[in-house]
């Protein structure tokens, strides 16, 4: 279902688009439209960082370089 959503602005600005060909209500769509697509995405990486932070436990210190000096040794 859509509903409708008004916005005044200059009436320079609405001839100024149209002259341009743009179809205002199109690009208002648009942007609202991807808009919402950045809120729910933000909203779903930080559902997806908060459920990383409470189930991944961070490597002990000096885990790291003892895995790379591994790494290497193991392909010298």
Same mark, same amino acid.
Not at 29 to 39: I, V
């Given at each position: 279902m859509? @509903?409708?959503i &008004? $916005? *005044?602005v200059p009436r320079e600005i609405k001839e100024e688009? @149209? /002259?341009a060909g743009i179809n205002t209500s199109e690009e208002v !769509?648009?942007?609202? @439209? @991807?808009?919402?697509? !950045?809120? *729910? &995405?933000k909203r779903a990486v930080e559902e997806m960082n908060e459920v990383i932070r !409470?189930? $991944?436990k961070p490597s002990k210190r000096g885990f790291a370089e /003892?895995?790379?000096r591994e790494d290497?040794?193991?392909h010298s």
């Open positions: 859509s @509903e409708v &008004s $916005v *005044r688009l @149209e /002259a !769509k648009r942007y609202l @439209e @991807e808009l919402a697509w !950045k809120m *729910r &995405s !409470k189930r $991944v /003892a895995q790379t290497r040794d193991a």
